[in-house]
Each structure stands twice: as C-alpha cells, then as structure tokens.
C-alpha cells in the first residue's frame, strides 16, 4: 500500500514521541527475548526485521529473540505518520531509528545496572550475546539484570553502531516465525478460536450501494445451527443481511438459501465496455495538470513520422490475499475485544469504537498474524471492522468471526482501478523522447476522503497516486506534460501493491523499449542515456542488471527474447531482465534477473524473498483471468477461477536477485519489484510476436 | 426398449437393466443403423461425455467445456499427476455440497479415445464413429464390447446422473436418457456398427 | 446431522455433523485442527490439501459423508512423518515462506509428491505442485525446496 507523503525516513524530527523501551521488549527470566512489533506480519518479514534491528543494537543473543505484534496502542504508532499501520514499504524505513535506539537504549540500562552492582564504570563493560562483561571475567545475563535495568531512567542519548559493527544487520537470518507456518501451529487472523465464538458471513448487494428491500430467511434460519439473521450495514450506505451461526459451514448454507429482493435503483451499474468508452473519450483530453515542464506545445511541432501515439488499458484487479478477509469481535457494553488481522489498527480500533459508542481506548485490540495484504486490509474507511462491529454490537456478549468468503472476496471491491492512458511521444534526431504529452484516466481513491491523506496527496486536482510512476519519472525529458481525469465510478478502490506504479511504470517503460528498439539502442544503454544524472537509485541497479546479465542476455536462443524494465519506488530503485519464449499460447519467464538499491539491506534472504515474491505478485496483472470486470452493476468473476492468479508455472523458473552494496539508511523493499515485471515480460514478447500489448492482461499470445 | 435406472447407494452405484439385448447382428437396417448412430453421437459429444475425451493435455469443464481449470493435467495415465491426481478433487460419487461431480475411477479416456482435435474441436460424427469402432483404439471392444461398456461403465452411467454445481442447480445431461442411450447403441450394433462418410 | 468415525493423524474421533459439511470445515471448526487452510473452496488453490488414504485431497471439496474409513493425515502430523519431517526442515532451512498461509497445503503436496515420486523432475514438480496457489509468490524457493528435499530423503 503506497499512502507515502514526502518525508524523508532519516528526518527524525526531535520533538517526536519517546519510546519506553519496556513496552517493546520484554527481558524473561529464562533468556528468552520477547519484542514488540509495531506492524502487521503479513508475509514481508517485518517480525524478523525489526526485532533483528533491536537485537543488533541490544547485542542480543539471537538464538533467544522471540517476536510478537503488538496490540493497538499508541506507543506502537508509527513514529512519522503517529498512525499504527503496516503499508506504503514504510515499516523497516521508518521504525529503523527507532528500533536501534529501543535496543541501544535497553543495552545502556543493562550495561548501568551491571556497572552499579561491580562498581565498575559502563566504559568497562562490554556486551555480547545477552550477557554484559565487566571488569576482571564477571559476567551478568541480561535476564538477570532485568529487574534492576528497568528500574533505571531511560537514557536520552545513546550511541548506535557503526555498519561495520553490525553482526546482524546485513547478514541472511531466517524468519522467526517459519516453523509455525509449517507445522500449522502458527494462528491467522481466521484461526482465531474462542468459547462461545460464532461465525457470520454477510449477503452484500450484488451492485455497491444496494439496499435490502424485502428478505425471506425461512429456509436459511431452518439449517441446524443457525443463531440469528439480521440486517446490517455494509460499506458505502449499502444494506446487508448477516447470518450468524455455530460455524463457517452452518452459516454458509444458510446465507445460500436466503431469498433477497435488493433495491438496486438509485446508484451508478458500472459497466466495463461502457467505461472503457468513456475513459478512451476523456482519455484525449487533457485533464487535470499534473505536470507541465518545458513547451506543452512541443509535440505539436514535431512530424508525424517522429511520434508515437498509444493508448493502454488496465482492468480493476483485486488483490485476493490467501487468507480471506476477517475480523473477530465481542462486545461487552462498556468495552469491546477486537483481533484482527490489521494493516490499520489506528483507524480500525477507531472505527469499531465509533460503531460501538465507545472509546477508542475501550476496545482492546490485538493484532493477529494475517495471510497475505497487498493493500485489502487497510481500505481507508475500516468498512470490514465496521461491519463486523455491528454484527457483534447485535450479538453482545458473543464473540463474532465475520469471515469473508473468497467469493465475498472477488466481488467485494476496494480493487485497484482500472485505467486507461493516452500518450504521445515526440521523437528527436536522437531516437530521445524530445516531447511527451500524457494522459492518465482512472479512479482515485484519495479523493474525497478528507484529513490526513487528501491534503498530503492532492495536488492541483490530482491524486499523485494516480500518476506516480509517470509525473515522477527520472528520465529526461524535456518537454512533458502529465494530466488526469480522476472519474467518480460506483466501485469502491484502494491501493494495490505498488499502487499507481502498476499502471504508470507499464507505460512508461513498455514506451521506452519501443523508443529504443526504435533508435537501435541496447534497452539497458538507453535508459542509462536517457536518465536524469540525478538518477542516482535507477543507475545504480541498471548498471548492476547490465553486469549481471552481460553473460547470457545476448545469446539466448532463437525462439526466445529478452525484456529489460525499470522502477523507482520510495527512494527504491529496481531494474529487472527477463528471458521469455512462448508455451501453450501463455508466456514462459525461464529466468528474470532483478537488482536493486534499497540502501542498507537489513536481511539479504528476506529482501530476496521479498523481491521473487513482488516479481510473481506482479505477474498478476498479465495472466489471462487476471482483471475484474462489471457487467450491468455486477462483478463478472467469482472465485479464482474467473479472477486467476498466477500459479507456479506462470513464475520465472529462475530468479536472482542482487541488492546494490550500499550504507545509506533502508528504504522500502515490499512493493519495489512489483511494477517491473509486466513491462520486462511484454518487451520481451514483443520481440517474439512483433506486437505491443497494451491492454491488459494478456489473452492466448 | 428397456429403461436403466441407476441408484446410488451409499459410495455404490447399482445399475438395474430390464430384460433385453438381442445382439445378432443384421437385426437393424444401416439406414436405422446410422440414425442410432447419430442419436449415440448426441450423447458422447454432450459436454458430460467428450469433457474428458481430449486430444490434448487436460480435460474440459462446464457445458462451454472450456480447459479445466486450476493446471489440472492429464499426466501419464489420464488420472492427472503425482500429488495432483483426478482423486484430490473427484470422490466415486457426485459430492453435491460442494459441487464436485464423481464416480468411481474418475479419469480421462486415453488419447486414442479422443472425439476432439488439438482446438478443442469436436470431431465430425463419421470420425468419432470410426475412432469408436477402431480396435486398435478402443480397448478392443467389438459391438458387443461396446455396447456392454455403455451398459455398465460407471463413468458413463455418471453422465446420466451428472449431480449439482456449486449454486445448486443440476448439470445439464445428454439429450437421450440412458436407456435411450443404449437402446439406440444396440440398434447402431446390431446394424453392424456403420459409420457415416466422411 | 449424522455421526462420522473418523481416523485423524492416527487417533480415531467422532463428529456429529451434517453429512455435507466438508472435511475442511469439520477438521477446523469440530475437531479445532486449524493447521488446514481455507483459500477459497472450490479446489482452485490447494490450501486445504490433507491425505486421505495416502492420496493429496482438497479438503474443501470432501463432504464429510464420502471419507468412509481412508485415513486423514494433516499438516499437524508431518513432524512425524519421515518424509514430511525432511520437507519441513528443508522448508525451514531455505526460508521458504512468507504469510505463510498457503504452506500448509504446500507441505501437503509436496510430501505427497516426494512419496509417489522419490527423485522428481523439474517438469513433475511444477505439474504436481501447479495447482496450489502462492499469492506471496513463493514458488521460486518451492521449487528449490522439492528438490533439495529430493537430495536429502535419497
């Protein structure tokens, strides 16, 4: 999820809140070291970051480092954006500083505390592996200074380390919580089990905005184990019907045999076919400004024969994380239980208080490890947990699992947009794009939400989300000139893994290959060319691509192609090659090479992890299956099999990914990868099959 | 004519056929014989018969019989693949709670079986009617054979009996009953199994 | 509602269930064995793979009233089970998981695979893994894990 305001991760500004560090770690008596995290764990790794982070600065003995996620509280915001959230790639770059001061600082007690008891000076002690060496061989564990360290004042001022004393950071540590993930111990959000609990599901409108006009729930209160059956709001001013059983099965059967009349008049039936009309006519004309640098009339001047002129499209596309959406509540009158697979527990915890009429800080709100985000669990208007609060408002005193089905899932919306473009390029003398007139035409899902986001992104009319990958772009040109149309359509949308980058970053570097397949350029030289010098996070990788790939990128054989793709995302910069043939009508990614220049890699595997895993996230958007359309109102697909994910022989066979050495602070890893992909693979077809895809995903090659 | 009636009974299904069978050969023109014919290849390329007589390297599914989905494959035997096998999906009966139709040794008929072409399309019916009665193809099955095999297989007998999808509303069966099926493919042998050109 | 011996991970139990209820949603919600996953129930994505009698199932297509006798092995019983121990440390060893939350029908694959098929090929692997879905994209270290497990089981 990409919610980034333009702050630099180092500017720690000293009026932010101070962090007690014994809110984040906890010292047991048996060794064990239990850290807090303040995100959510979904898959990116953050709760072996992070505690690896402390546990550097702590000189912890790794062997007994345990993470946990933290509940909603306040002391676990994020230290920038004050908002307790897991998106946008800002969880290592952001909680970097100040999980390093948490452990230095945590270390400084232990090491008074050891000092006081010898008599010794801290200067005389040394720390390793969770013991505190002083003066003349003794020694103490920090279990056992526990006690006596968090009696201590926090220190204000603490040394960190310097890179080259990390023996951590930097290094490849597996994940902490691995084995639980494979011995299904680990509990998800939708593993919750409590005494009493029931499961609801809830029928949503078929059309968003639909109300309920006439319910007939005979047969449906008639299957065994069937609680109640109700009324409930849904997002957006919509009406639902919740069927609340002993389990999953139960409430299913009774929710497929409910009879509901919908009141479907009065809100917009989006219509695919009909929108792709409407964005092409938009499309061609110029919108809302979002960039406008050098001469707009430039291109105009240049000869028809010099330009290239292109349209894209790119359908609605849910994000469909493994495990469903979820929230489990109870609800007491005075107080309120919450666990929740969150990505935005601050808004989340807020939202279920507002449902039901309490304080924020009368819902107890634990974080629960989920299967898998990509941007669904943190919609900006919290409507999961909004739902489910009144479900267990009616139901108080129960614990309540709302559990969406994958069907739920499909149809339910907060997709990321689609999108059409509309470019015209001028060309020079050089084969360099001289003039670029850009139009950009889709949802916006900023717009219209108010404080805190609106005013941090919108700018002149435009979401820059919308527009990220394009307006942003390193490259040179001289004159440019960026627009869009931001339509107000009946789908609700939200980001998706690298947000406007998936759309933007396609046309953008589909179009450069064609520029330099045009001007008989090497893809790779002529990105390097075309660059701003100041590119420094896009050269970086390029240049690494260049030497990783100088082996086999000229000799692949005959029936294969290679396509190269570039990004730059949060200060993070990406380039990937691939080498592509065609089997059974579908592209084959026999290899695809990606660097990158995230600054310091905290953890090289999980980085690697992170980067073959976006690569394939990315892949979502070229599979045949992989878009949402409407028809009349209505969601077309309904499962996976009519919205298809990338299986495992749509993947690269092979991967390798190789990180940029560098000393600079981290910047973001999650959603880097994900933008490149399509791009490389359609490059490379294009030099197969001599065609240009531009609308999205990809049919029969 | 007899009538089948096929019950299903716990995992089983128990096949109850009324009296009659004459099989001498000769007892039906080649005009009737060729019209049984036609009425037999109405049955065998319906969506529940030809989905898994493919030419190519996975079954179909649905009455559009697109390529079954989720990569299921063929394999080497026609039961899919190791760990991923016709039986993780396909029990021996039609599991209507959850919209997967069943029946004892789901699998796909061989290659030499296949009444399509490599673009899914369905072969012409004097094609399939030599592909059926090709002994070198059919599991050597003569008239008799194959009129048994319609008889009594239980993945033909599941096309007749095909269960409910997912939304709960039955799947759409071959244009003949069974004992219609079976009547007309005993008509079609005793006329000498004729095939129409081309 | 109906009563159904069943034979878990080698210990026998019995539920009183209705006799549609899949074995995925008996396993998780009757017998609180929630280590089988729920992806999306129509056997498009391997989450909820078990064996049933030795054969990988998708549990969320079994109506609980067609397992009979065949015995059910699940995710929480492969630590004992000399080839799902090895997939399992390899899993481990290679880091191979992220949410994590479709491995446990990985694993249930994979050792299924590895028991019919001792040394597998790259095309038997990506055949035999190719229906189980990986949001998180972790198919490169899956298929890297197989055969590295391949090696240490040979």
Known sequence: MSLYIDVPARAQSPASPTYPPEAFIHLRPDGTIVIQVNRLEFGQGVQTALPMILA??????????????????DVYKDPIYQLQMTGGSISVPHSFQQYRELGAKMRAMLVAAAAEQWRATPAQCRTENSVVYGPANVSARYADLANDAARRSVPGEVRLKTPSEFRLIGTPVRRLDSRAKCDGSLKFGIDVDLPGLKVALVARPPVYGGRVKRLN?????????????????????ATGIAVVADTFWMAKQARDRLSIEWDLSGVEHPDTSQMLTRYRELSRTTGNVAVNRGDATALDRIPAA????????????????????????RFDGDHAEAWVPSQFQTMDQIAI???????????T???????????????????????????????RGTPVKVVWTREDDVQGGYYRPMFVHHVEVGIDARGMPMAWRHVVVGQSHIIGTGPPWEGALVKNGVDELV??????????????????HQPTINVPVAQWRSVGMTHNAFVMETLIDELAVRAGIDPIAYRLALLRPDARKLRNPLTLLDEKTKRWRFSVPRDHAVGIACNEYHETGVACAVEVSIENARPRIRRATVTADVGMAINPLTLEAQFQGGIVYGLSQLVEGGAITFSDGRVDQRNFDGHTPPYMQDAPVEMDVHIVPSTEPPTACGECPVPVISPAVVNALFRLTGKRYRALPLTRL | MSGCQCLLIGGCATIVVAAGGRMTAGQASRAEGLAAWQQVYSV??????????????????????????????????????PAFTCAACHQRVNADSTGVPGAPGWHLAPLSMQWQDMRDQIMSSGAVCRAVTDRSKNDNLDGAGLLKHHEEEPLVLWAFQPGRGLDRSPRSVPPLTHGEFVAATRTWVEAGLPCPAP | MANYALTVNGRQTEVNVDPGTPLLWVLREHLKMTGTKYGCGIGACGACTV????????????????VGSRPIATIETMASDPVGRVVQDVWVAADVVQCGYCQSGQIMTAVALLKTVPKPTDAQIEQGMGGNICRCGTYVRIRQAIARAAQQLG
């Not at chain 1, 359908?315 to 509540?329: D, F, G, K, R, V």
């Not at chain 1, 208080?353 to 819902?363: C, I, R, T």
């Open chain 1, 467 to 484: 527009v990220e990958g394009t307006a942003d772009s390193r490259y040179a040109i001289p004159n440019f000139h960026v627009s869009a």
């Open chain 1, 306 to 329: 010099n330009r290239i002129v292109a349209d894209f499209s790119f359908p609605y596309l849910a994000h469909t994380p493994m495990e469903p959406l979820n929230t489990t509540i």
């Open chain 3, 51 to 66: 064996h049933l009698g030795g054969v990988a199932t998708r549990s969320c297509l079994l109506p609980v009233s067609l």
């Open chain 1, 217 to 237: 729930d005979r047969e449906a209160r008639a299957v065994a184990g069937v609680r109640d059956v109700f009324e409930v709001p849904v997002m957006r001013g």
């Open chain 1, 353 to 363: 208080a507002e449902v039901l009429g309490l304080e924020p800080h009368q819902v």
């Open chain 1, 365 to 395: 709100f634990h974080t629960e490890y989920a299967g898998g985000g990509f941007g669904r669990r943190t919609p900006l208007d919290s409507h999961v947990q909004r739902e489910a609060a009144a479900i267990a408002k009616r139901m």
């Open chain 1, 56 to 73: 550097e600065e702590l000189d912890a003995d790794w062997s007994q480092v345990v993470g946990e996620l933290a509940p909603a509280a």
């Open chain 2, 44 to 81: 065998l390329t319906h969506p529940r018969c030809i989905n898994c007589h493919t030419a190519t390297a996975y079954p179909q599914q649905g009455d559009d019989r697109h390529p079954h989905r989720f990569n299921v494959v063929r394999g080497e035997t026609g039961m899919g693949v």
